[in-house]
């Protein structure tokens, strides 16, 4: 009796802390296999152009689980890109801005990051200014 008690018990506790933490908001998901660098590759690199709807930062596997800086972008044939810059760090300090409603042309290398489909950029062109986050293996050369 004592064993099944400890079992029932156990799994009891299990459940208890389990439901604690999904009301408390915490997920539990699949940890994502590559991050950064490893995430971009050169074979899959387009280029795109279009229209900055939205500005974002979160937590993100391309900027190595560091705040990073994205661009929602709306290209010239009208789908929805998510433009993965680099961590939030490195944009701040780069003499280039971007606002809603900034024309844009994103260099980088296509993927797919929580169901949406991306680009990791190498190089964004806004008006006359270019930046260059990353060589062609994917890898920041803008580190601060």
Known sequence: MRLSSLIIGTGLAVAVIAGIL???GFGFHAP???QGSALYNPHDEITASGTVQEIQEFDCPVSEQELGTHLLLKTNDGSLLQIHLAPSRIVRGQKIKFSAGDQVT??????RFEGKNGIIAREVTHGSETIIFRNSEGKLLLVQ
């Open 22 to 24: 999904w009301v408390l």
């Open 32 to 34: 994502v296999a590559a």
């Open 106 to 111: 994103v260099v980088g290398a296509r993927f």
